[in-house]
């Protein structure tokens, strides 16, 4: 028993030590790849920056979630003429959140349907939404914003079709097929996630998950 230890030790630092030097890298429990881990780390603009800021100031208590839509942009065939600022809270504060927001900029929609993004939104400008925050969602921080991170970006795409219509079809695929060749995906992030959204059979499926 006591070898057995030794050895099982020895095996875990063995794995450290390839993955602290980029020769292997974790994409699950107990699951590597060869490569160098590469960390999803967006730029995030002034702009993100600035309305993080403002929320966090005014609902300093509150789990707040942001991104842009133009971080996936550079993975797909068609580029879209503008992007959204997604923009997630705990549930039952969206609606603070958004009579906020309205009262200092234009075009900021809670939960929208894609016929109301249609008839009411200015495509001219940067287009603010506001949704519910899925408990126990895989964020990080980049420059002290919190982000959502790519295993859940892939999740919200593929499940979310009316709100991200414009990101769906080839170029979905071809968002899925970059995001896994430029980024190291944590499988188990990635379906734990889609557990909880309930959807886990299908994420699998589409993104073909062994």
Do not use: C
């Amino acid at each position: 028993m006591y070898e057995s230890k030794i050895k099982k030790t020895t095996i875990n630092w063995r794995i450290y030590t390839l993955v602290n030097y980029g020769i292997i890298q974790r994409i699950g429990r107990g699951k590597y790849k060869l490569g160098k881990q590469k960390e999803f780390k967006p730029l995030v603009s002034e702009e993100t920056q600035g309305l993080y800021l403002k929320l966090t100031e005014e609902f300093p208590f509150l789990n707040i979630s942001i991104w842009s839509t133009k971080w996936i942009a550079q993975w797909m065939l068609h580029i879209p003429n503008n992007y959204e600022t997604i923009i997630e809270v705990e549930k039952g504060s969206e609606e603070n959140v958004f009579y906020f927001l309205s009262d200092i900029r234009n075009n900021v929609f809670l939960n929208p349907s894609k016929d109301i993004l249609d008839k009411y939104a200015n495509r001219n400008e940067s287009i603010v939404i506001i949704k519910n925050l899925i408990t126990d969602a895989p964020l990080q921080e980049v420059e002290q914003v919190k982000i959502p991170s790519i295993e859940k970006i892939l999740v919200d795409l593929i499940i979310d079709t009316e709100l991200y219509a414009a990101y769906q079809g080839r170029d979905l695929d071809n968002i899925i097929e970059n995001a896994f060749q430029y980024n190291t995906i944590k499988k188990d992030t990635l379906l734990r996630y889609a557990d909880r959204r309930r959807k886990k059979p299908f994420i699998e499926e589409r993104i073909e998950i062994k």
